[in-house]
């Protein structure tokens, strides 16, 4: 299948519209302003482009989390399939230009942000044993096993908080300045 999948980096440019519903239905969308800027040799300054508005549509698990975390204002990089929507209605008509967003995360280049890993029943990522809220097969001792009552999402423990997200939990500082001690 042919798309036009594109990253847009830019600033959003309103309040997120969340319509929710279970964590297979629930659907956001926002406006974001994206505005070239490059540095004119020939003025000695920096010049400003024309600024481009789409629509971003969010779907699903990515639409609870934007609806949570991205506010007006912020700094916004977002990937997913482009697509121009022709509407018309008895005024006038028009066009838009609509991100059908993969992934929406905060551009870091220009602040700092804190991820928070949340769960769902049912999730794709999921490990065997937490799907559908049944273990399903023999889940290692300290898995976290979600109940079949369960329906708010949840986040992992921190490792503050006494829980281990895995390899990827590991502070690399930490880990450079251990092996500086083995050396």
């Known amino acids: 299948m042919n798309e036009a999948t594109v990253t847009v980096i830019g600033w959003v440019a309103t309040d997120v519209t969340y319509f929710p519903g279970d964590h297979r239905s629930a659907r956001a969308h926002f406006r974001l302003a994206s505005t070239p800027r490059w540095f004119s040799a020939k003025e000695e300054r920096w010049v400003a482009g024309e600024t481009l508005f789409v629509t971003v549509n969010c779907r699903n698990a990515l639409a609870d989390n934007v609806a949570g975390c991205v506010h007006k204002g912020q700094p916004v990089v977002v990937t997913g399939r ?20 993969r992934t929406v995360g905060h551009d ?9 890993r949340t769960r769902r ?16 097969d023999a889940p290692p001792a300290d898995a976290p096993v979600v109940g079949a009552d ?3 999402p949840r ?29």
């Open 82 to 101: 482009l697509r121009l929507d022709r509407w018309r209605n008895e005024a006038r008509s028009g066009e838009d230009l609509v991100v059908d967003a």
């Open 108 to 116: 870091l280049t220009r602040g700092t942000s804190d991820f928070v």
């Open 121 to 136: 029943r049912d999730s794709v990522g999921d490990p065997p044993w937490i799907r559908g809220g049944v273990p399903t």
């Open 150 to 152: 369960q329906s708010e």
């Open 155 to 183: 986040a992992m423990p921190t490792r503050a908080e006494g829980g281990d997200q895995g390899p990827w939990s590991i502070n690399p500082i930490e880990s450079v300045d251990a092996e500086k001690r083995v050396a």
